[in-house]
């Protein structure tokens, strides 16, 4: 939808300013409207933190929006009033746009920062049961369970018993198998 309607508005931007009676507007429509794309984005973003019940990625990125927006259009649109009064204008265009993907750009880094986070506790996890394998207990379990298995279930007994009495047969550890850092 967002880019039907980037698309909408890229077509009729010359038509809209001339709606408006001043057909340089259509460049300000030109500059806004990725926009819509970011903004829908960045509403998708939100609202998957907020099913989270974690509000602080679409607050966070809230201020720094509307701090980058403040800030840099006003910036823009005070240094281009020099210029022209449509060149002031153009530059608080051009503010909101930067305030958008500044704002999309920090909930993305939420994003990584909570994937990354989510791997991590991953690997603890499996490091974790892997630290708490007996291995010699392991190994009498499947020769027992061997004695009475056929067909498949037997094949597979085999093949975890081969790994198992490896890992026991060198001294490794299983654990060791999970890399702490890179």
Not at 93 to 102: A, F, L, N, Q, T
Not at 113 to 123: A, F, I, L, T
Request: aromatic residues 6%; positive net charge; contains cysteine.
């Amino acid at each position: 939808i967002a880019l039907c309607l980037t698309f909408i508005l890229l077509v009729s931007s010359r038509g809209l300013a001339t709606i408006q009676g001043q057909k340089k507007i259509s460049l300000c429509y030109i500059i806004l409207a990725p926009t819509i794309i970011l903004v829908s984005v960045s509403s998708v973003l939100r609202g998957y933190f907020q099913g989270k019940h974690n509000f602080v990625p679409s607050a966070v990125a809230n201020i720094i929006e509307q701090f980058v927006k403040m800030c840099v259009g006003l910036l823009l649109s005070v240094s281009l009033l020099a210029v022209s009064l449509f060149a002031s204008i153009v530059g608080a265009v051009i503010g909101i746009v930067i305030s958008e993907i500044i704002s999309l750009l920090i909930l993305i880094l939420y994003i990584k920062k909570e994937k990354m986070g989510n791997v991590q506790k991953d690997n603890i996890t499996i490091k974790e049961l892997l630290k708490n394998t007996d291995l010699k207990k392991e190994i009498d379990e499947i020769t027992k369970e061997l004695e009475t298995a056929q067909g498949q279930k037997r094949t597979r007994l085999l093949k975890r018993l081969d790994v198992l009495d490896a890992f026991y047969q060198s001294g490794n550890r299983p654990e060791w198998m999970i890399m702490d850092c890179i």
